[in-house]
């Protein structure tokens, strides 16, 4: 499979729970970044890496939200002491050493989070 | 945040039909792109246009850029129900960091 690969598929935790994500984006892209789509809104940037390096982060990320990227390949997404407010489908997006203003993203299929 | 308000927020259609959904956004940009999101998946590359770019085809896409107005428009002619879809407008804004930004899309349903 050549696609951008996110496990799991859906997650139900309860509040206060720690949950954590991942990410296999296309092995040739570098750069690696994560999104929220809550129900009726396009994606919200969380952050971006390139190869390894967390180059940016939006001010959505809190404390509670944690993301790696080691050695460059894979991708984690963490969010501690879940709350509801965190319900939301967590997308990650590849793109190649072009970036986005030349192939765009590739998506991955989300992972979509219910606390309850 | 959103960049990007697309217009209409939902749209239905026959078959065979054309649709047209239109994108205004706030900010200089590199380039404008085109995403389709089916239900509950993630979202596919559909087109990218250029902010030196008026026009630009795709199979039955076309898209369209004003740069003065900061607006774009989506045209899918002959519509199928397959495109069935929410679509989003992103932007990859100037002096943006290498990320895009997306609006808040248009849901299309084309019914037989």
């Known amino acids: 499979d050549t696609g951008v690969s996110q496990d799991p598929r859906h997650k139900i935790t309860k509040r206060g729970q720690n949950v954590t994500f991942r990410c296999d984006p296309i092995s040739e892209h570098n750069r690696l970044y994560w999104y929220r789509q809550t129900l009726g809104q396009g994606p919200e940037f969380l952050t971006y890496f390139q190869n390894e390096a967390q180059l940016e982060k939006s001010r959505l990320l809190s404390d509670r939200f944690s993301a790696e990227r080691p050695k460059g390949s894979f991708s984690t997404l963490e969010i501690q002491r879940t709350e509801q407010g965190d319900s939301a489908m967590y997308l990650c997006?590849?793109?190649?050493?072009?970036?986005?203003?030349?192939?765009?993203?590739?998506f991955g299929s989300g992972t979509r989070l219910t606390v309850v | 945040s959103q960049q990007g308000e697309e217009d209409p927020q939902a749209l239905s259609i026959q078959e065979g039909e054309n649709a047209t959904m239109n994108c205004s956004y706030k900010?200089?940009?590199?380039?404008l792109q085109w995403y389709r999101q089916n239900s509950g998946r993630g979202l596919v590359h559909l087109i990218l246009i250029r902010s030196n770019e008026r026009e630009k085809h795709s199979g039955r896409l076309r898209v369209t850029l004003d740069t003065s107005k900061k607006s774009s428009s989506l045209l899918i002619t002959a519509s199928r129900a397959a495109d069935t879809a929410s679509y989003f407008c992103a932007t990859d804004e100037a002096g943006g960091g290498n990320k895009l930004t997306f609006g808040t899309g248009t849901q299309l349903k084309v019914e037989l």
């Open positions: 900010t200089s940009i590199n380039n």
């Open positions: 997006a590849s793109s190649s050493r072009g970036g986005p203003s030349v192939y765009g993203y590739t």
